[in-house]
């Protein structure tokens, strides 16, 4: 699992973030690159295909209860021909 995303900061020197905060931007586009794939469907599709395809085994001692559903995956989600 990646803990950390690099980025530069303000200052232009780089930093590690993570946590939920800076997860929902990239989740964000997972979502829009998804729904670019599959035109028909729902913005709730969209997110069970995320929350289905998310992936557990990248986590050391995972738990639901501390990590959710998982890491999110954008080539389990755009893996499907379609999605219900």
Do not use: C, W
Not at 3 to 12: C, R, S, T, Y
Not at 19 to 24: I, K, L, M, V, Y
Not at 47 to 54: F, P, R
């Amino acid at each position: 699992m990646q803990n950390q995303f690099l980025v530069v900061g303000v200052d232009g020197n780089q930093t590690g973030l993570y946590g939920t905060s800076f997860a929902a931007p990239v989740v964000s586009g997972y979502a829009a690159i998804v729904g670019s794939k599959f035109t028909r469907a729902t913005a709730s599709q969209i997110s069970n295909q995320l929350l289905n395809t998310a992936r557990q085994d990248t986590i050391a001692n995972y738990s639901a209860a501390l990590h959710g559903r998982g890491e999110a995956s954008l080539s389990r989600a755009l893996a499907p021909l379609s999605i219900k």
